[in-house]
């Protein structure tokens, strides 16, 4: 079964960073792209942030310049490092296949940016 499971949020200041981690298991996880994505409250779920198996990365514009994703293959992780942060990057972030077709969601990792 395929378990996707994140960590590393928590409670941070404008400015501040963070870093994000998706341990997956359950498929062959070099294989395929991956992305990050959040969910604000009252807002859709939006793709952040992707990565191609050979490591080729894509990333929203709001986000461009301040996100970094990356990945471990030996460790089936994927990574989000999230610099100048602003109260508009709040919201529950999840990884996830990157396609038309998700793996089952995950509990996400909640990333609050607050003074």
């Known amino acids: 079964q395929v378990q996707l499971v994140e960590s590393g949020g928590g409670l941070v200041m404008p400015g501040g960073s963070l870093r994000l981690s998706c341990v997956a298991s359950?498929?062959?996880?070099?294989?395929?792209?991956m992305g990050w994505y959040r969910q604000a409250p009252g807002k859709q779920r939006e793709l952040v942030a992707t990565?191609?198996?050979?490591?080729?990365?894509n990333y929203s514009d709001s986000v461009k310049g301040r996100f970094t994703i990356s990945r471990e293959n030996a460790k089936n992780t994927l990574y989000l490092q999230m610099s100048s942060l602003t109260p508009e990057d709040t919201a529950v972030y999840y990884c996830?296949?990157?396609?038309?077709?998700?793996?089952?969601w995950g509990q996400g990792t909640q990333v609050i940016v607050s003074s």
């Open positions: 996830n296949r990157n396609s038309n077709v998700f793996f089952s």
């Open positions: 990565i191609t198996p050979g490591g080729i990365t």
């Open positions: 359950g498929f062959v996880f070099r294989a395929y792209s």
